[in-house]
């Protein structure tokens, strides 16, 4: 029984409350007890992203560092307390200025925003907010419209926050207001009635068989409902998207292959109480030797992984030409070996899934993945039941950029639902979070190229060799896309390319934006400046001299249409940005990227919307896509705008999974691409239909005409669509500090500019970090030693130099409006630049990620 001297109390909002002392923080007691959710759990008990910032008397502070003790007696203010005048402020400030994507941190930073206000008033500088915004991180804008909007609030000259039109149109995120405010929840904020709470047991060894599993002290901890293994599973052991090789659980007898492998999940009554239940559940192992080094695992004849043979997840292969022959004769050959690093995603809401039992037998599942459809597939297998007894419905999500596609705790909560018939939630703490979802690949790149005495390239050979973790998540074709881009944005008369994907018990990768043609460009990027200092012409005359034209055959075989030539207007578009920064004494570094958009490679891509007129007036627009702070339910809305001629405000954007609308993940820019397309060919439906109310009039867009490297074809189409970005990086030739970033993209149609200029200031954020600062290592036994996220050393708001973004336009034939996207090429050129303007510091070739101006050639991190 509780009793007075174990409840804390305080005032919140106003309003006096008394709250159970055995929380573990503030955070938890106003989350779980008095169901204040503005500010969010994104790391607690460290304080290190800022989500949970609110007032303590006045002062700003991150909640999940208060213990109950320092709360006591103190005066709380969430934003929920403000006043609706000032709620209002904030919110069209932020929302007007595109100040907010996937809107996880926004609630912390406008807390911290009214303090710095209230303190500074009109004195607040940038310098000033980018020191006290420190202690909050914002994975998605680059900080650079959070400043906008602060000095909007500064200045009192707050535009009046609209939606926009349609396509080509300025206007705010759709949901902006409620999501900057906190109002709109993630999975992690909803409490069905009768909720019980899980937490997962993972392994301690990366590899290790697995001789006992004893759940008896777990089970003997007062709340504690249940605890489940793997012999409860009544159906599939293994899910995976591509191959079905990840297991669910690892059973008795098993063997863990990395230590995000899941041992038991705990139901309880209590957040606190599951997760203590896991810990205590007592685990016997054999450990075993990791295979920590991808060389290591490719000459091997040992299995790295639990029941799966060899330690070679994939090849990818093409060539073109005698490239031997094209290297021999060339003026001017570079051989050198590039070392890219291991990354963290670092979205800012860790992975949570609430599955609820209906009476009928049938399951929902509330998922923030980025493939709805397969997530339930998987979790169907997993349970042994029909699809159709599964619904997964979409809670867009904090954040993702690739790190949400495979399901991480998905099936463990499905399954604790279904066999308990009770709700069932279960949240990721940061630590799981980084044990568990996959990965950026360290991959390594030799690569030999050649060119002319007047700088033409002549030839490339490039292999690869990616540490891809034990499963397969979608690794085999990160690999395939970085061999695909190895060329990047240049004709090479002769190429020769290999690219091998190792299974070790290193973390899992897959999907991270940009997708292999990140890494593959770091290389082409280096290989381009070196020769053209050996043919002595500088870095943008190089490129134009090579950049690919419409016509051109470029990489595998690929003949490039019309919509290629936004190359070569990055490149015009910024060369006066150069010369400018050259002329000024400065030293520079320009980066030109390709990206593709869609899967490609001889998938089928079909992708549906359903539009809807209702009684009241409004115009539903139903579609397939993962909302995760890239913008897609406002593309959609666009779309209906521009085709329909309706009010925005009439349009209800949602997420539909109670039918088969979708074909795959949220990945590749494919959202904006695909679903424009679905919507627009659905507003035509109605249109034509007459726009009858309560009539589902459904639409698609479909990409099934490329082809796959295997084929062996020719000149294949390996993908539909591509992007491009030319991006100069500029920094004083003295300190090496970066000052300024100009990034010239072409999108090929500009859907809204705002958000279109808030994903390049996000990318270059996160270019900039996988250059110079971020990095997930392992030792040697595969244990990640990055495990907070202040040790990922993103880069702070400090830390961010002047981002310039520009768009144009080279619409892509066939794509709606003309199409490209952008989420994806967004970082690909940068860390090529960066190491170029090094080089104009101090004469010295880099060639390992991350790299810093004081960093030696050939110093850097392993894989």
């Known amino acids: 029984m509780t009793t007075e001297l174990d409840r804390t109390t305080f005032v919140v909002n106003g309003h006096p409350e008394s709250v ?59 934003l929920e307390g403000l006043p609706e005048e000032e709620r209002g402020r904030l919110a069209s400030a932020f929302a007007s200025a595109g100040a907010l994507q996937c809107g996880f941190c926004t609630p912390g930073i406008l807390v911290r925003t009214k ?98 599993i004893d759940p008896a002290p777990a089970l003997a901890i007062e709340g504690v409902v249940a605890v489940y293994t793997a012999k409860d599973v009544p159906g599939a052991l293994r899910v995976g998207i591509i191959h079905e090789d990840w297991p669910v659980f690892i059973p008795e007898g098993g063997r863990t292959s990395y230590l995000g492998d899941v041992i038991a999940i705990v139901v309880a009554e209590s957040v606190q109480i599951a997760r203590a239940a896991a810990d205590a559940i007592d685990v016997d192992y054999d450990p075993l030797k990791p295979f920590a080094d991808p060389d290591a695992a490719l000459t091997s004849d040992e299995d790295a992984v639990w029941g799966l043979d060899g330690n070679v997840l994939s090849r990818s292969v093409y060539a073109r030409g005698d490239v031997e022959d094209a290297l021999a004769s060339s003026a001017h050959v570079v051989h050198e070996t590039f070392q890219t690093q291991r990354v963290e995603h670092a979205f800012l809401e860790p992975e949570s899934t609430l599955a609820m039992p209906g009476d ?27 699809q159709e007894a599964v619904t997964v419905e979409l809670v867009s999500n904090g954040g993702a950029f690739g790190g949400k596609e495979d399901m991480s705790n998905q099936a463990q909560t499905a399954l604790a639902a279904y066999l308990l018939k009770r709700p069932v ?72 390319v290999q690219a091998v994907a190792v299974r070790t018990n290193n ?78 004494g400065k030293a520079v570094g320009l980066g030109l990227g390709i990206k593709n958009s869609g899967l490609g490679n001889g998938f ?14 409004t115009v539903q627009v139903r579609h397939c896509w993962t909302e995760m702070g890239q913008g897609v339910h406002t593309v959609a809305l666009q779309v209906a705008v521009e085709e329909l001629g309706v009010d925005p405000e009439q349009v209800r954007v949602i997420v539909d999974t109670s039918r088969e609308l979708g074909a795959g993940q949220t990945t590749g820019s494919r959202g904006t691409l695909m679903g424009a397309g679905s919507v627009k060919d659905a507003c035509r439906a109605a249109t034509e239909g007459g726009r009858q109310v309560g009539v589902d009039y459904e639409g698609e ?66 270019g900039l970090g996988y250059a110079l600062t971020e990095d997930f290592p392992t030792d040697d036994e595969a244990r990640p030693t990055n495990m907070t996220l202040r040790s990922l050393d993103i880069l702070r708001p400090k830390d ?40 104009e510091v101090d004469g010295l070739w880099r060639n390992r990620l991350p790299m810093n101006v004081h960093q030696p050639v050939g110093s850097g991190s392993a894989p």
Request: aromatic letters at 4%; one cysteine or more; proline letters at 5%.
């Open 115 to 212: 303090a710095l206000l209230d303190q500074k008033g009109k004195d607040l500088d940038r310098k000033t907010m980018a020191g006290r915004l420190g202690g909050h991180l914002c994975r998605c804008t680059g900080y650079t419209k959070i400043f906008e909007a602060i000095e909007m609030l500064r200045d009192d000259a707050i535009p009046e926050s609209e939606l926009p039109r349609g396509v080509g149109t300025r206007g705010a995120k759709y949901e902006a207001a409620e999501l900057a405010l906190g109002d709109r929840g993630y999975i992690d904020d909803m409490r069905p009635e009768g909720l019980l709470h899980a937490a997962v047991r993972l392994s301690d060894h990366a590899r290790a068989d697995v001789l006992r």
């Open 604 to 617: 089928k891509e079909i992708a549906k919307a359903v539009v809807r007129f209702e009684e009241d007036g």
């Open 701 to 766: 867009y479909r990409v099934d005409w490329t082809n796959s490297l295997e084929e062996g074809l020719e000149h294949p189409i390996i993908h539909s669509t591509f992007g491009y970005a030319a991006q100069l990086v500029i920094a004083d030739k003295q300190t090496g500090k970066i000052e300024k970033v100009v990034a010239v993209h072409d999108v090929g149609r500009v859907v809204n500019p705002t958000l279109c200029e808030g994903q390049i200031e996000g990318a270059v954020h996160m």
């Open 360 to 386: 009928d037998g049938t399951l929902m599942v509330y998922s923030g993945g980025q493939g709805v459809w397969d997530d339930r597939n998987q979790i169907a297998d997993v349970l042994g039941v029909p």
């Open 507 to 584: 973390p899992v990768c897959g999907a991270f934006r940009g997708f292999g043609a990140n890494q593959a460009q770091f290389a082409t990027e280096g290989v381009l400046d070196r020769l053209a200092e050996m043919a002595g012409i500088d870095g943008w005359e190089m490129r134009s001299r090579n950049v690919v034209d419409p016509g051109d055959v470029w990489g595998p075989g690929q003949i490039m249409d019309e919509g290629s030539a936004g190359a070569r207007m990055c490149l015009d578009a910024i060369k006066p940005a150069y010369e400018a920064a050259r002329a000024a």
């Open 800 to 839: 961010i130099p002047e981002i310039e973004a520009i768009l144009v336009e080279a619409p892509q034939p066939g794509a709606p409006y003309g199409i490209k996207g952008v989420g994806e090429i967004g970082l690909v050129p940068t860390a090529g630049a960066v190491a170029a303007a090094f080089h």
């Open 20 to 78: 159970r002392s055995d929380h573990p923080h503030l955070l938890a007691a106003l989350r779980e007890e008095l169901d204040i959710t503005s500010p969010k759990d994104g790391c607690s008990p460290s304080g290190h992203c800022g989500a949970c910032t609110v007032l303590l008397d006045g002062k700003a502070i991150q909640s999940c560092l208060v213990g109950m003790e320092k709360a006591a007696g103190k005066d709380v203010t969430t």
């Open 425 to 496: 939630k279960c949240t990721l703490t940061r630590e799981q979070s980084l044990l568990m979802h996959p990965k950026r690949h360290a991959i390594r790149l030799e690569v030999s190229a050649g060119c002319d005495a007047d700088g033409k390239l002549t030839a490339m050979r490039s292999r690869l060799i990616g540490d891809s973790g034990p499963y397969a998540s979608v690794g085999m074709k990160v690999l395939e896309r970085a061999a695909g881009h190895a060329s990047g944005p240049y004709v090479f008369p002769a190429i020769d």
